[in-house]
């Protein structure tokens, strides 16, 4: 018996999410503004037809849709509800795979043996709207791809069980190979000269030649697309290769100390992913992006796995002075660990003398903020931040929901 795939997708998740808490909000045009309150992140069906898009500025969205509600991001509250979604999937389905905040794949079963899985798929879309209050979409394919290409054409609150290949063929035929995630414009530039268009065009195409065209990756797209699963349900995230904390740094930034100070910000925030995750690094990289485009990266190793603030700030200092540049304009910094060591067997070298006082000291700064809120205890150097420690929505970042396996 062939084993489908469902594919869920909360329609405009973080209004959605406002919505719960607020339900004054439902039929008005909503928009969920980003980090500095300066673009929205996400829409409501309302606004969006006003032509409001994701990454327009709020000055813009204001003049297109004066009436709109718009609201800062609070993505502590997001994850709590995504978490709760998940809780619900999980009693339908003994295999349940956290993609993203808003999306999940998991093996799609007949709830009932006189039920098909479109009924199923439906059941489970309006039992998540009357527990969480979140409405969904949900796809039912022989493959991810096809789920998550069917569930697309299923928004808003739709339910889609493509079981059969000539209906599978049928949808495929209406939808440009854009809407494959990962085959964005210059893949799809080099699939126009062979007239490949279409979805349905692409898996119609030889493999062979998709191979050539667009790799590895691209090939097992073709095979998803003509219902041989790839990629597996996973239920569990793989182990990081790499850790990272950042982002944008609100604003312009040109005095080094501010820099400085974002720098240090984001080493706390690493380590917590560190302790969390378990692991311990031997290389920084501090990542810089500029205000003229383009970015520089300054890397250094550490001889000695560590997860301590001490160590990581040294490295975080030279780092951050290799990828400088002065008096150039800073928008974006990264602190990433990139090379990673689990938790049990770190080697200390010969040279290497544990360091008791400073992994007291580490553990006592974390036990208070474990108590007391983050950043609650924080390096001196990031009083150079004020705004974004007195603005609470920013003790919580889409980034710091773990577990998900794409961002
Ligand atoms: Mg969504």
């Given amino acids: 018996m062939t084993a489908f795939v469902a594919h869920l997708d909360a329609d405009c998740f973080y209004v959605s999410a406002e919505r719960v808490r607020h339900p004054d909000l439902i039929d008005k045009a909503v928009g969920v503004l980003g980090n500095n309150g ?110 998550k290409l069917f569930s697309d054409t299923g928004k808003p609150f739709g339910a889609v069980a493509v079981l059969e290949r000539d209906h599978e063929r049928e949808l495929l035929a209406t939808l440009p190979v854009t809407e494959i995630s990962g085959i964005a414009g210059r893949r799809a530039a080099r699939l126009a000269p062979y007239g490949i268009r279409s979805c349905l065009d692409l898996a119609d195409a030889d493999g062979r030649l998709v191979n050539r065209l667009l790799t590895k990756t691209g090939y097992e797209i073709w095979l998803e697309l003509n219902g041989t699963p790839v990629t597996p349900i996973r239920p569990e995230r793989p182990p990081h290769k790499a850790l990272g904390r950042g982002g944008s740094l609100m604003g312009n930034v040109d005095q080094p100390v501010v820099l400085w100070a974002w720098a240090v910000r984001h080493v706390e925030r690493l380590i917590e992913e560190l302790n969390y995750h378990n692991v311990r690094t031997t ?89 007391h809120g983050r950043f609650k205890v924080r390096s001196g150097v990031t009083l150079y931040l004020p705004a974004v420690y007195a603005d609470p929505a920013n003790n919580f970042d889409i980034c710091d929901v773990r577990g998900k396996i794409c961002f």
Avoid at 101 to 128: K, M, S, V
Avoid at 308 to 325: E, G, I, M, S, W
Wanted: proline share 5%; net charge positive.
């Fill in 38 to 147: 300066a673009c929205v992140i996400a829409k409501s069906y309302e606004m969006k037809a006003r032509g409001v898009k994701t990454g327009t500025p709020i000055w813009d969205a204001k003049a297109l849709c004066p009436e709109g509600v718009y609201v800062k991001r609070d993505f502590y509250w997001y994850e709590v509800l995504s978490r709760k979604m998940l809780g619900i999937v999980g009693t339908f389905s003994p295999k349940v795979e956290y993609y993203s905040i808003d999306e999940f794949f998991f093996r799609a079963e007949r709830l009932h043996p006189r039920q098909n899985l479109h009924q199923t798929a439906t059941a489970i879309r309006d039992h998540i709207l009357e527990a969480a209050g979140l409405p969904v979409t949900i796809g039912v394919a022989r493959t991810r791809t096809l789920a």
């Fill in 283 to 371: 290389a920084l990289a501090v990542e810089v992006g500029w205000k003229t485009g383009g970015s520089t990266c300054g890397v250094v190793s550490i001889p000695t796995p560590t997860d301590r603030f001490d160590d990581l700030l040294d490295a975080a200092r030279v780092a951050l002075r290799r990828a400088f540049v002065p008096y150039a304009t800073a928008t974006h910094l990264h602190v990433l660990a990139t090379e990673l060591r689990r938790g049990k067997g770190f080697q200390l070298s010969l040279f290497d003398t544990p360091d008791p006082k400073k992994d007291a000291a580490a553990q006592a700064k974390a036990a208070v903020n474990a108590r």
